[in-house]
């Protein structure tokens, strides 16, 4: 790849995280100033991006649980909001042609449904990496949202399979034969040990078996990427094998995003057209949002969901390009509508972080929409006579649980927002209840339980950082505890008023070293020699 596209990469993706702004935004603005700068695109950069593009779907695979595409927030949302987005915007387009708009001068039927299902899709990367980037994954916001760009994934693989012209070989059906597989994976998975053969594995199974057995067949490679990490779902290392490929999924997705940002401007009449579409992001959102509010969704977690999908997607481009070519709309079509994706993004990105803030109950306009009954998973439990609140229960979260209990009994309670992770906690017969820390909402109960020590062990500092925002802010007058992984990490939240702040990193070698002198017993150990003795 071009050094020069590396450096402004590097130089717009750092000026985009000093403002605030995620640094993908900043990825988008260096491959629109090389684009100005006359840099053309090689094809490592098409490579670079479309290996991101898979292993992001190999790792939502291996996250993919089918129970919850089955959920009815989830489908629901998905086929509604599909549905009503390509007949909205078709019919639009349509009136607009009707009316003498000579821009979209012989769009037909045809070709303003393809244009309104393109950008009916939400993009899976930017919304994959900013709900990741935040620690909302696991959040019943964002399994939907997660939820729903599967579905619209498989519509838009289903559309490229019979509208390309290009049927799957005879022998594709053979591909079923992959479920038969999952035994023999896993007893891999389980056998490669932890160090770079689990980091091989992934790429193997995920380009070599997925995209590369899909391909063949003439099916989507993205798609047989997609599958080969649904098979391996659920298993115990899943998890740690999609930890040792995030590094290189992030690094692949920035050609992605330089690749977007290269494409050709268009002439200033479809660029005004652009300038239109992109407006219909507040549409789209807002859609989404009464969707999920209709589901009974807190709004607080609508507007989280529907501002993570508010985007338009990269499959809006492939899609457009594949009628550009079968001629069913004019070659100025998948220029504008990268131009529209992209800024998509620009807009996107400040409002979900301004969303983080939202106060519900000042904002009369939106309360209006909170319902009485919610959904099972948005309802709010007191924590009762605990006096110790542990939020995130994942592996340090559940170690702080059972030795605070071994300490001080049952006074303690933990809290994850992850249905399954807390269902397994109340099987092993802790106290944990199912809700979302980063919700205002719960910060109000809180002022009314006399806590006095709340341990922040959340794996996103963004997360530990506004829970203690939160706490202080209900009159809190107890102690809190946070974890943090990075020294700046730690100095943030020491700034913030957190009276413990514990470097894991940092702090893992110490803690081992205590755990070891605490279970040597009465073993005899060579006598330490005095600071600067030597040996010999």
């Known amino acids: 790849m071009d050094p020069v596209l590396i450096g402004l990469a590097f130089l717009f993706g750092f000026g985009a995280r000093l403002v605030g702004q995620p640094p993908l935004v900043g990825f988008l603005l260096a491959g629109f100033s090389a684009n100005a700068l006359g840099v053309e695109p090689d094809v490592s950069l098409q490579v670079i991006a479309d290996l991101g593009v898979t292993l992001l779907l190999f790792l939502i695979g291996l996250e993919l649980d089918v129970r919850r595409l089955l959920r009815l927030e989830v489908w629901g949302s998905a086929t509604v909001h599909a549905s009503l987005a390509t007949f909205l915007i078709a019919g639009g387009l349509l009136a607009a042609a009707a009316a003498g708009s000579a821009v979209l001068?012989?769009?037909?039927l045809r070709g303003a449904l393809c244009i309104g299902f393109a950008l009916s899709f939400s993009s899976t990367v930017f919304a994959i990496k900013n709900l990741e980037d935040r620690g909302e994954a696991a959040a019943l916001h964002g399994r939907t949202v997660v939820g729903v760009l599967i579905l619209q994934d498989l519509f838009a693989v289903i559309f490229l399979?019979?509208?390309?012209?290009?049927?799957?070989?005879?022998?594709?059906?053979?591909?079923?034969?992959?479920?038969?597989?999952?035994?023999?994976?896993?007893?891999?998975?389980?056998?490669?040990?932890?160090?770079?053969?689990v980091l091989l594995f992934g790429l193997f199974a995920a380009l070599g078996l997925g995209a590369g057995g899909f391909g063949m067949a003439g099916i989507?490679?993205?798609?047989?990427?997609?599958?080969?990490?649904?098979?391996?779902?659920?298993?115990?290392?899943?998890?740690?094998?999609?930890?040792?490929?995030?590094?290189?999924?992030?690094?692949?997705?920035?050609?992605?995003?330089?690749?977007?940002?290269?494409?050709?401007?268009?002439?200033?009449?479809?660029?005004?057209?652009?300038?239109?579409?992109?407006?219909?992001?507040?549409a789209k959102g807002l859609l989404f949002f009464l969707l999920f509010t209709g589901f009974r969704f807190r709004v607080r977690s609508a507007v989280l969901g529907a501002l993570a999908l508010a985007s338009y997607s990269e499959f809006g481009l492939i899609i457009s390009s594949l009628a550009a070519q079968a001629g069913w709309i004019d070659p100025h079509w998948p220029v504008t509508i990268?131009?529209?994706?992209?800024?998509?993004?620009?807009?996107?990105?400040?409002?979900?972080?301004a969303a983080h803030g939202l106060?519900?109950?000042?904002?009369?306009?939106?309360?209006?929409?909170?319902?009485?009954?919610?959904?099972?998973?948005?309802?709010?439990?007191?924590?009762?006579?605990?006096?110790?609140?542990?939020?995130?229960?994942?592996?340090?979260?559940?170690?702080?649980?059972?030795?605070?209990?071994?300490?001080?009994?049952?006074?303690?309670?933990?809290?994850?927002?992850?249905?399954d992770k807390v269902a397994a906690h109340r099987e092993a017969g802790r106290n944990v209840i199912l809700a979302d820390v980063t919700d205002p909402a719960f910060w109000y109960r809180l002022e009314r339980v006399p806590m006095e020590l709340v341990l922040l062990a959340m794996p996103a500092h963004?997360?530990?950082?506004?829970?203690?925002?939160?706490l202080r802010a209900s009159d809190y007058r107890g102690q809190v505890a946070a974890i943090a992984r990075f020294p700046d990490e730690v100095l943030a939240l020491e700034r913030s008023g957190v009276d413990i702040a514990f470097n894991m990193y940092a702090e893992a070698g110490a803690g081992f070293a205590s755990h070891v002198r605490s279970n040597i017993g009465s073993m005899r150990l060579p006598h330490a020699k005095a600071a600067g003795e030597t040996i010999g």
């Not at 529209?340 to 993004?345: D, H, L, P």
């Not at 904002?363 to 007191?382: K, V």
């Not at 963004?462 to 939160?470: L, P």
């Open 105 to 108: 001068a012989g769009l037909d």
């Open 161 to 197: 399979s019979f509208a390309g012209g290009k049927m799957p070989e005879p022998w594709a059906i053979a591909l079923v034969a992959v479920l038969a597989l999952r035994p023999v994976l896993l007893e891999i998975l389980k056998r490669v040990g932890h160090g770079e053969l």
């Open 220 to 282: 989507k490679p993205d798609l047989g990427a997609l599958v080969i990490g649904a098979v391996m779902a659920g298993h115990p290392k899943a998890r740690e094998l999609a930890h040792s490929l995030f590094p290189i999924k992030d690094l692949l997705l920035v050609g992605f995003f330089l690749q977007i940002g290269l494409m050709q401007f268009p002439q200033m009449d479809h660029l005004l057209l652009a300038g239109v579409l992109v407006l219909l992001v507040f």
């Open 338 to 353: 990268a131009i529209v994706v992209a800024a998509s993004f620009i807009i996107a990105a400040p409002l979900q972080q």
């Open 359 to 419: 106060d519900v109950r000042s904002n009369r306009w939106l309360a209006r929409f909170e319902r009485r009954r919610r959904h099972p998973e948005e309802q709010l439990i007191r924590f009762g006579d605990a006096r110790i609140a542990v939020l995130g229960m994942g592996r340090v979260g559940t170690g702080a649980y059972n030795d605070l209990v071994e300490h001080f009994g049952d006074v303690v309670i933990g809290v994850e927002n992850d249905a």
């Open 462 to 470: 963004d997360s530990n950082m506004y829970a203690h925002e939160m």
